[in-house]
């Protein structure tokens, strides 16, 4: 897991794919959200989150605690 944006995130590798998503629309500034010129690197950007936690998942990363 080498990906910054994704551990900033700060997610249980049992998080589901939404959780996911919903997390890294957050992680974006409201501004980035609204330009629509931004569409493709947003979509990029979730898509790279949703692949970094299906990797930390089936790397069988476990949760501390």
Same mark, same amino acid.
């Given at each position: 897991?080498?990906? @910054?944006?994704?551990?900033?995130? %700060? *997610?249980?590798?049992?998080? #589901?794919? /939404?959780?996911? *998503? ?5 992680? *974006?500034? #409201? %501004? ?8 493709? +690197?947003?979509?990029?950007? /979730?898509?790279?989150? *949703?692949?970094?936690? +299906? +990797?930390?998942?089936?790397?069988? %990363? #476990? @949760?501390?605690?």
């Amino acid at each position: 897991m080498t990906d @910054p944006a994704y551990q900033r995130l %700060d *997610l249980p590798p049992t998080a #589901s794919p /939404y959780t996911v *998503l919903r997390a890294a629309v957050r992680a *974006l500034h #409201s %501004d980035t959200r609204a330009v629509r010129g931004f569409r493709a +690197a947003r979509k990029r950007f /979730y898509r790279q989150m *949703l692949c970094a936690h +299906a +990797a930390r998942q089936a790397a069988g %990363d #476990s @949760p501390t605690g």
